[in-house]
Each structure stands twice: as structure tokens, then as C-alpha cells.
């Protein structure tokens, strides 16, 4: 290869980067946000599911959960919607100037926290070896909230900051005039 070009595989993945953070980024961040939403749906189902039908935890699997109870049981599914996040979150952050940049990096930030935790209770179930001399995979957090709580806990602290740099990243201003992406609405 000629000095001073790239490989075509790197091209085309700075081109898709580039195109989900430009004409693409609105309809990206949409196909993400519905992402997160489906997932805290099966959270608050199963919240609602231990709070207020009275279901014992085993029982309470959220939506998904009911019919196809492996999917709750499963450590790779927990990490790979954690790792999903992590990318979505690294995917679309060039898309974001200003105070929307800061409040995404914040949620960045704790994704990646949020997919450490997840990458722990993977790599316990997978080697049958548990951490703080418990049964069954524990997070570190998880030694100071149950486990249903904690999740609701970190979706909350993910998606806040999300929604907040969702909509500063929409306000047509001077903070978004560097964007590259048509995201922001018209005043």
C-alpha cells in the first residue's frame, strides 16, 4: 500500500462512523432510544411484576422474561445489551458538540462502569468461581443493593444524562452550531 492511504476496511468503517454521526445521526440516536426504552420496559414490568402483582423474584421475569425464562437467567444476554449500550454510546458520541458532548460523555462514563459490572457476572458464571465468597455471580455494587433494584438503579443513571444530551443536542443554538448532523430542530 502507498505511503499516506489507508487500508479500504479502515475507509469503510471511518465512512460508517462518519454517516452515523452526520445523515444519519438523528434516525441512529431514534433506533437507539427505542433500544433503551425496550429495555426499561422489561425492568419495569419486572418491578411491577415483584412490587405490585406480589410475584416471587423467580417468577418475575419481565416480558421477555415470562415466555422465554432462560433470557433473565443469562449472563450473556445481561452483557450483551451492556455491551450493546457501550458501543451505541462510543458509535454515536462524534455527533455531539457542546453541553450535549459533556452530558453523552457522562453517560458514556457510566456505561462503561455498567459494562465492567456486566463483564464480572459473565466471567463468574462462565468459570463457576464467585467473587465475595457468594453462590451465584455478584457485582460489586450488588453488595450494596439487590440485584433487580441495582439495575433499575443504573438504567436510571444511564439513561438520565442520555435523554438530557438527546435533547440539548436537538435545540438549534450556538452550542450545536458545530454539529454536523441536522439533529437540531429549527427555531
Known sequence: ???????PATRQTTGLIDALNTRY???????????????WAEHLTQAAQIYVLGWPLP????????????????????????LLMLVGFLLL?????????????????IQVWHHFEHLLLLLQAL????????????SIIQLLAPRVELHLFYNAI???????AMVLHTRAN????SARCDCALAS
Request: net charge positive; proline share 5%.
Open 1 to 7: 500500500m502507498a505511503a499516506g492511504t489507508t487500508h
Open 25 to 39: 445521526h438523528k434516525t441512529a440516536l431514534r433506533v437507539f432510544l427505542v433500544v433503551v426504552l425496550a429495555h
Open 59 to 82: 417468577e418475575a421475569r419481565g416480558v421477555l422474561g415470562v415466555p422465554f425464562p432462560w433470557l433473565v437467567k443469562s449472563e450473556w444476554m445481561h452483557y450483551g445489551y451492556a
Open 93 to 109: 458520541r462524534r455527533g455531539f458538540t457542546g453541553r450535549s458532548r459533556t452530558w453523552w460523555n457522562l453517560t458514556l462514563g
Open 127 to 138: 468459570t463457576a468461581t464467585f467473587l465475595f465468597g457468594k453462590t451465584v455471580p455478584t
Open 158 to 164: 444511564v439513561t438520565i444524562p442520555m435523554i438530557v
Open 174 to 177: 450556538a452550542d450545536n452550531a
